[in-house]
């Protein structure tokens, strides 16, 4: 079939063709930017945290008066011990964060202590001599912190310690030659804290997408956090025996000591339900993007279909009079499914430039990645079948126009 006469077709209906094309190239730019979203957002989901998060539960604990530093480090010993007497615990530990939380400490890490920009950023933990075991995290290298290197940390209190457990991928930031077990590095202070092991993975505990280039950059301080308002305590369990331990651990903590807060209904958390709440905005964030997908597409495909319809309205006579010149079912068919292929090809070629266009926007203003060149390539696939899908029905409505419409007055 020549493409000429269809060209000088599309010329007389101007409008409606620059519409379809410009909805086409809108749809494209928007659906491919989505997808990569959504795509982002599913696999935050499932990322691994490196802790055993099937036996893990997390009690907040806030305490119902003030105690100074060593009062409350007593407490947290004597709530430790308590907790260790239930059947189905395995190990307890004292924390200020943990992974998946949300939010967090964060600290700025630096290579020489004069050094002004960051090397990196990295999520701190607190933890005493049980928080590796406790949580399930695999040291790959050096050692786990000894108990008497284990400080508590009061309010209005603020040192670096002068060892620390990093994760492997803050340790190939720092040290990319592999050597940075025994090595030094800064962390908002002028004074060096060494790095005596490296764990195999510790997610921090911000998963927003502004920490996206920093992931699973982490260390661990040996300091308890013997602070007047509470304190985290995170309880591993015997396998199969979670939840009997999350009811019990209250009622063993309140036995105790009763000068303390724990809520029932977010005081104790399986790390099941912190996984879930912590990403809750990417699920939420891939479904509206779905939706959006969905209703572009929906709405492309019902104006391709509308102005195909409308434009066999107006030409059944010629149509009529191809026929009665010779002219196919199947001629007329493809007539129309190339028109359809003509706009769906220009507007996808301005969509091209529109779809980088949005997402060097996106990435400039909300630090999101470059769109891959796959999502782009799909997208035009996507959009040319629903330009030939969608046009489809008109055109075989058209192909079925008798030969007896050329006699019929204009």
Not at 45 to 59: H, R, T
Not at 187 to 194: E, F, L, Q, V, W
Not at 303 to 315: C, D, E
Request: net charge neutral.
């Amino acid at each position: 079939m020549q493409i000429h006469p269809i060209i000088v077709a599309l010329r007389r209906h101007k409008a409606g063709t620059l519409l379809i094309a410009l909805q086409i190239a809108l749809t494209l730019a928007i659906v491919c930017n989505a997808l990569f979203i959504i795509h982002q957002r599913l696999s935050h989901l499932s990322e691994p945290s490196g802790i055993d998060e099937a036996n893990l539960f997390v009690v907040t604990n806030l305490w119902g008066e003030q105690y100074s530093t060593d009062e409350a480090a007593a407490k947290i010993q004597q709530d430790l011990a308590a907790l260790r007497q239930l059947p189905g615990v395995d190990n307890v530990t004292p924390a200020d964060s943990y992974p998946l939380r949300g939010g967090g400490w964060d600290n700025f890490i630096t290579l020489k202590p004069e050094q002004v920009s960051m090397t990196t950023d990295a999520s701190v933990y607190t933890g005493d001599e049980h928080f590796l075991r406790t949580l399930g995290v695999k040291l790959i290298a050096g050692r786990d912190f000894h108990a008497d290197e284990v400080q508590n940390m009061g309010l209005r209190q603020n040192f670096v310690p002068p060892v620390t457990i990093i994760s492997k991928a803050l340790a190939d930031k720092l040290y990319p030659n592999g050597d940075a077990l025994g090595k030094p590095f800064y962390s908002m202070s002028d004074k060096p804290t060494t790095i005596i092991g490296i764990v195999e993975r510790l997610h921090r505990a911000d998963v927003s997408t502004w920490s996206a280039p920093y992931a699973n950059e982490s260390l661990i301080w040996p300091i308890r956090m013997a602070q007047p308002w509470g304190v985290f305590y995170i309880v591993h369990t015997k396998p199969g025996q979670l939840d009997e331990a999350m009811r019990e651990a209250p009622k063993a903590l309140y036995a105790e000591n009763r000068m303390r807060m724990i809520s029932s209904k977010d005081g104790v958390r399986s790390f099941a339900q912190i996984r879930h709440l912590a990403f809750e905005s990417d699920r939420g964030m891939a479904v509206l993007m779905s939706i959006i997908c969905v209703v572009l597409l929906a709405i492309t495909g019902a104006g391709i279909v509308g102005l195909t319809s409308f434009w066999v309205g107006q030409r059944r006579r010629q149509i009529g009079v191809r026929r009665a010149l010779g002219a196919t079912h199947r001629d007329i068919l493809h007539y129309f499914l190339t028109e359809n292929f003509l706009i769906s090809l220009a507007g996808v070629a301005i969509g091209v430039l529109l779809t980088f266009g949005l997402n060097l926007w996106l990435v400039e203003r909300f630090e999101m990645q470059f769109l891959p060149l796959a999502y782009v390539l799909g997208g035009m696939v996507i959009l040319l079948l629903l330009g030939q899908g969608a046009v489809f029905a008109p055109a075989l409505r058209a192909s079925r126009v008798p030969p007896v419409e050329a006699t019929r007055p204009a």
